[in-house]
């Protein structure tokens, strides 16, 4: 089946740090990767979407500016959280799609991101 | 704005019995209804539904879709304490802006004791 990997799993860091996080489709392209944002005991909640060689589209109330998104290839996606703060402490999971209308999207086992 | 509402949202049973997990939705042009299982990671993809009335199985797992009454249900047969997860009910539709887009339910953390 389809595998995405998403390094790396689990980020401590000092507040102001800026931390990449890396997705990965390892047996297939995706045209369409997306981020998603989850709290504890709550659902995933969509902050981007990315198709490869364009600009990525953000959720209401998402800084664009913040959340860095980088689609450069078929195979690969990256989120940068830029300057973290204790508040953007979460679980971040990305899931990858080869054709979004008609095939299932594929997780990452996601990043879980600490800031101090 | 899209949505999801899955029932109940927490649930707990022994192990044998049978579940029966709902999910209805409102969607702007839907595509398809996704289930997963998550436990302490990301989402595991379990079944895509985009016809009415044909049941898709997987061992003890099962999932229909109504797209008239806008639901669907996953059953589980003869439940093991390894099916002990959060089940994510997911909806792709078509904005006329958005494109494709997923959204989740809350999901129904189903617990199976020994």
Redesign the interface.
């Known amino acids: 089946g389809a595998v995405v990997s998403q390094h790396p799993s689990w980020v401590i860091c000092k507040s102001g740090t800026s931390v990449k996080i890396e997705c990965r489709s390892l047996d297939f392209q995706a045209t369409t990767m997306f981020w998603y944002r989850q709290f504890p005991k709550q659902s995933l909640m969509l902050m981007a979407t990315s198709n490869e060689g364009s600009k990525a589209t953000y959720e209401q109330g998402v800084e664009k500016d913040k959340f860095l998104i980088n689609h450069a290839s078929l195979t690969l996606s990256t989120l940068t959280v830029t300057s973290a703060h204790p508040e953007d402490s979460s679980f971040y999971i990305c899931s990858a799609v080869y054709r979004v209308r008609d095939q299932p999207q594929h997780f990452g086992d996601g990043t879980r991101l600490s800031i101090l | 704005e899209d949505k999801v509402v899955q029932s109940p949202l927490s649930l707990v049973v022994h192990e044998g019995d049978t579940v029966t997990l709902n999910c209805s939705y409102e969607v702007t042009n839907f595509?398809?209804l996704?289930w997963?299982k998550q436990e302490k990671?990301?989402?595991?993809?379990l079944f895509?539904l985009?016809s009415s009335g044909i049941e898709k199985k997987s061992g003890r797992l099962s999932s229909i879709l109504d797209k008239k009454e806008l639901f669907s249900i996953l059953n589980i047969t003869a439940t093991q304490t390894g099916d002990s997860a959060v089940y994510?009910c997911a909806v792709?539709g078509?904005g006329e802006t958005?494109?494709?887009?997923?959204?989740?339910?809350?999901?129904t953390q189903l617990t199976v004791n020994p």
């Open positions: 595509r398809s996704l997963y990671k990301a989402p595991t993809f895509m985009t994510l792709v078509v958005s494109g494709s887009r997923l959204t989740f339910g809350e999901g």
